[in-house]
T-cell receptor, first 112, second 114 residues
Framework: DAGVTQSPTHLIKTRGQQVTLRCSPK?????VSWYQQALGQGPQFIFQ???????QRGNFPDRFSGHQFPNYSSELNVNALLLGDSALYLC???????????FGEGSRLTVL | KQEVTQIPAALSVPEGENLVLNCSFT??????LQWFRQDPGKGLTSLLL?????REQTSGRLNASLDKSSGRSTLYIAASQPGDSATYLC?????????????FGAGTRLFVKA
Protein backbone atom coordinates (compact mmCIF):
# COMPACT_ATOMS: atom_id res chain seq x y z
CA ASP A 1 0.00 0.00 0.00
CA ALA A 2 1.68 3.16 -1.20
CA GLY A 3 1.76 6.01 1.23
CA VAL A 4 1.66 9.68 0.34
CA THR A 5 4.03 10.49 -2.51
CA GLN A 6 5.32 13.93 -3.44
CA SER A 7 7.31 15.23 -6.39
CA PRO A 8 9.77 16.65 -7.00
CA THR A 9 11.84 16.01 -3.87
CA HIS A 10 14.14 18.98 -4.43
CA LEU A 11 14.04 21.97 -6.72
CA ILE A 12 15.78 25.30 -7.15
CA LYS A 13 14.07 28.36 -8.61
CA THR A 14 14.89 32.04 -8.97
CA ARG A 15 12.84 34.95 -7.69
CA GLY A 16 9.79 35.71 -9.80
CA GLN A 17 9.48 32.23 -11.22
CA GLN A 18 6.57 29.87 -10.72
CA VAL A 19 6.60 26.35 -9.28
CA THR A 20 4.20 23.39 -9.23
CA LEU A 21 4.43 20.67 -6.60
CA ARG A 22 2.52 17.41 -6.80
CA CYS A 23 1.02 15.02 -4.29
CA SER A 24 -0.64 11.62 -4.51
CA PRO A 25 -2.59 10.70 -1.38
CA LYS A 26 -2.51 7.43 0.49
CA UNK A 27 -4.83 4.81 -0.99
CA UNK A 28 -8.39 5.31 0.29
CA UNK A 29 -7.86 8.93 1.31
CA UNK A 30 -9.97 11.71 -0.19
CA UNK A 31 -8.60 14.85 1.48
CA VAL A 32 -5.29 16.60 0.85
CA SER A 33 -3.78 19.36 2.96
CA TRP A 34 -0.66 21.35 2.16
CA TYR A 35 1.81 22.74 4.70
CA GLN A 36 4.90 24.95 4.56
CA GLN A 37 7.68 24.23 7.02
CA ALA A 38 10.53 26.68 7.50
CA LEU A 39 13.73 25.48 9.10
CA GLY A 40 13.31 24.90 12.82
CA GLN A 41 9.57 25.61 12.77
CA GLY A 42 6.43 23.54 12.85
CA PRO A 43 4.43 23.09 9.63
CA GLN A 44 2.12 25.98 8.75
CA PHE A 45 -1.23 25.18 7.12
CA ILE A 46 -1.60 26.50 3.56
CA PHE A 47 -4.93 25.01 2.47
CA GLN A 48 -7.03 21.87 2.36
CA UNK A 49 -8.73 20.27 -0.65
CA UNK A 50 -11.76 18.06 -0.40
CA UNK A 51 -14.15 17.06 -3.19
CA UNK A 52 -11.93 18.97 -5.64
CA UNK A 53 -12.51 22.28 -3.86
CA UNK A 54 -10.41 24.42 -1.55
CA UNK A 55 -12.27 24.09 1.74
CA GLN A 56 -10.08 26.06 4.10
CA ARG A 57 -7.10 28.34 3.76
CA GLY A 58 -4.39 29.50 6.10
CA ASN A 59 -2.69 32.90 6.15
CA PHE A 60 -0.99 32.65 2.78
CA PRO A 61 -1.27 35.12 -0.12
CA ASP A 62 -3.10 34.43 -3.36
CA ARG A 63 0.24 33.59 -4.96
CA PHE A 64 -0.34 30.19 -3.41
CA SER A 65 -3.01 28.21 -5.24
CA GLY A 66 -3.90 24.61 -5.67
CA HIS A 67 -5.99 22.02 -7.33
CA GLN A 68 -7.40 18.60 -6.56
CA PHE A 69 -8.13 16.13 -9.33
CA PRO A 70 -10.90 13.51 -9.52
CA ASN A 71 -8.42 10.81 -8.43
CA TYR A 72 -7.79 12.90 -5.24
CA SER A 73 -4.23 13.83 -6.21
CA SER A 74 -3.33 17.47 -5.77
CA GLU A 75 -1.03 20.23 -6.96
CA LEU A 76 0.33 23.27 -5.16
CA ASN A 77 1.27 26.24 -7.33
CA VAL A 78 3.28 29.21 -6.17
CA ASN A 79 3.62 32.24 -8.44
CA ALA A 80 6.07 35.15 -8.33
CA LEU A 81 8.45 33.31 -6.00
CA LEU A 82 10.12 35.23 -3.19
CA LEU A 83 13.25 34.33 -1.26
CA GLY A 84 11.01 33.75 1.77
CA ASP A 85 9.16 30.98 -0.04
CA SER A 86 12.19 28.73 0.45
CA ALA A 87 10.95 25.91 2.67
CA LEU A 88 9.95 22.27 2.88
CA TYR A 89 6.46 21.84 1.41
CA LEU A 90 4.56 18.96 2.91
CA CYS A 91 1.45 17.23 1.67
CA UNK A 92 -0.79 15.33 4.06
CA UNK A 93 -3.71 13.11 3.19
CA UNK A 94 -6.58 11.88 5.32
CA UNK A 95 -9.88 10.11 5.03
CA UNK A 96 -12.36 12.87 5.65
CA UNK A 97 -11.48 16.35 6.71
CA UNK A 98 -10.63 15.48 10.30
CA UNK A 99 -9.08 12.04 9.88
CA UNK A 100 -5.58 11.03 10.92
CA UNK A 101 -2.98 12.83 8.85
CA UNK A 102 -0.35 10.96 6.86
CA PHE A 103 2.49 12.94 5.35
CA GLY A 104 4.72 12.59 2.34
CA GLU A 105 8.47 13.15 2.41
CA GLY A 106 8.06 16.72 1.21
CA SER A 107 9.41 18.89 -1.58
CA ARG A 108 12.38 21.07 -0.65
CA LEU A 109 12.13 24.39 -2.52
CA THR A 110 15.07 26.77 -2.67
CA VAL A 111 14.51 30.22 -4.15
CA LEU A 112 17.65 32.10 -5.19
CA LYS B 1 -7.25 31.39 18.00
CA GLN B 2 -5.68 28.01 18.73
CA GLU B 3 -2.01 28.06 19.67
CA VAL B 4 0.15 25.01 20.36
CA THR B 5 3.29 25.16 22.48
CA GLN B 6 5.85 22.42 23.05
CA ILE B 7 8.27 22.34 25.94
CA PRO B 8 11.17 21.80 26.05
CA ALA B 9 12.41 22.97 22.66
CA ALA B 10 15.34 20.59 22.90
CA LEU B 11 16.26 17.69 25.14
CA SER B 12 19.36 15.52 25.47
CA VAL B 13 19.18 12.30 27.51
CA PRO B 14 21.35 9.19 28.00
CA GLU B 15 20.22 5.94 26.43
CA GLY B 16 17.75 3.96 28.53
CA GLU B 17 16.15 6.94 30.23
CA ASN B 18 12.39 7.36 30.36
CA LEU B 19 11.27 10.80 29.21
CA VAL B 20 8.21 13.01 28.81
CA LEU B 21 7.56 15.57 26.10
CA ASN B 22 4.93 18.22 26.72
CA CYS B 23 2.37 19.87 24.46
CA SER B 24 -0.11 22.55 25.48
CA PHE B 25 -2.93 24.14 23.52
CA THR B 26 -5.04 27.20 24.23
CA UNK B 27 -8.50 26.11 23.01
CA UNK B 28 -9.89 22.93 24.55
CA UNK B 29 -12.45 22.51 21.72
CA UNK B 30 -10.42 20.02 19.75
CA UNK B 31 -11.38 17.12 17.49
CA UNK B 32 -8.18 15.13 17.95
CA LEU B 33 -4.50 15.48 18.79
CA GLN B 34 -1.73 13.75 16.90
CA TRP B 35 1.94 13.17 17.72
CA PHE B 36 4.50 12.97 14.92
CA ARG B 37 8.16 12.21 14.55
CA GLN B 38 10.33 14.04 12.01
CA ASP B 39 13.87 13.11 11.05
CA PRO B 40 16.07 15.90 9.62
CA GLY B 41 14.94 16.99 6.17
CA LYS B 42 12.23 14.34 6.05
CA GLY B 43 8.46 14.21 6.22
CA LEU B 44 6.39 13.56 9.32
CA THR B 45 5.66 10.07 10.60
CA SER B 46 2.48 9.62 12.59
CA LEU B 47 3.10 8.09 16.03
CA LEU B 48 -0.19 8.31 17.89
CA LEU B 49 -3.63 9.81 17.36
CA UNK B 50 -5.87 10.62 20.32
CA UNK B 51 -9.51 11.41 19.66
CA UNK B 52 -11.10 14.09 21.83
CA UNK B 53 -13.12 11.46 23.70
CA UNK B 54 -10.01 9.46 24.64
CA ARG B 55 -7.58 9.96 27.51
CA GLU B 56 -4.56 8.09 26.18
CA GLN B 57 -3.11 5.93 23.44
CA THR B 58 -0.22 3.48 23.52
CA SER B 59 2.04 2.06 20.85
CA GLY B 60 5.03 0.01 21.90
CA ARG B 61 7.31 2.16 24.06
CA LEU B 62 5.19 5.26 23.42
CA ASN B 63 2.26 6.47 25.47
CA ALA B 64 0.37 9.69 24.81
CA SER B 65 -2.14 11.25 27.16
CA LEU B 66 -4.70 13.97 26.63
CA ASP B 67 -6.29 16.31 29.17
CA LYS B 68 -8.60 18.64 27.25
CA SER B 69 -9.75 20.58 30.29
CA SER B 70 -6.21 21.72 31.06
CA GLY B 71 -5.19 21.95 27.40
CA ARG B 72 -2.32 19.50 27.75
CA SER B 73 -0.92 16.37 26.18
CA THR B 74 2.19 14.41 27.05
CA LEU B 75 4.21 11.90 25.06
CA TYR B 76 5.99 9.37 27.26
CA ILE B 77 8.90 7.45 25.75
CA ALA B 78 10.10 4.47 27.74
CA ALA B 79 13.66 3.13 27.68
CA SER B 80 14.90 5.66 25.11
CA GLN B 81 17.27 4.52 22.35
CA PRO B 82 19.64 6.45 20.04
CA GLY B 83 17.23 5.67 17.19
CA ASP B 84 14.61 7.77 18.96
CA SER B 85 16.66 10.88 18.20
CA ALA B 86 14.42 13.13 16.10
CA THR B 87 12.06 16.10 16.37
CA TYR B 88 8.70 15.32 17.92
CA LEU B 89 5.72 17.44 16.93
CA CYS B 90 2.22 17.60 18.31
CA UNK B 91 -0.71 18.79 16.21
CA UNK B 92 -4.25 19.74 17.17
CA UNK B 93 -7.27 19.42 14.91
CA UNK B 94 -9.86 21.98 16.00
CA UNK B 95 -13.41 21.03 16.85
CA UNK B 96 -16.60 23.02 16.95
CA UNK B 97 -16.44 26.00 14.62
CA UNK B 98 -12.66 25.89 14.38
CA UNK B 99 -12.67 24.54 10.86
CA UNK B 100 -10.24 21.91 9.67
CA UNK B 101 -6.91 23.68 10.00
CA UNK B 102 -4.61 21.44 12.01
CA UNK B 103 -2.24 23.52 14.15
CA PHE B 104 1.30 22.33 14.91
CA GLY B 105 3.68 23.12 17.69
CA ALA B 106 7.28 24.02 16.88
CA GLY B 107 8.46 20.63 18.11
CA THR B 108 10.88 19.19 20.66
CA ARG B 109 14.26 18.16 19.32
CA LEU B 110 15.35 14.99 21.13
CA PHE B 111 18.88 13.63 21.22
CA VAL B 112 19.49 10.24 22.88
CA LYS B 113 23.14 9.62 23.67
CA ALA B 114 24.55 6.10 23.36
Amino acid sequence: DAGVTQSPTHLIKTRGQQVTLRCSPKSGHDTVSWYQQALGQGPQFIFQYYEEEERQRGNFPDRFSGHQFPNYSSELNVNALLLGDSALYLCASSFGRTGELFFGEGSRLTVL
Amino acid sequence: KQEVTQIPAALSVPEGENLVLNCSFTDSAIYNLQWFRQDPGKGLTSLLLIQSSQREQTSGRLNASLDKSSGRSTLYIAASQPGDSATYLCAVAPGGTGGFKTIFGAGTRLFVKA
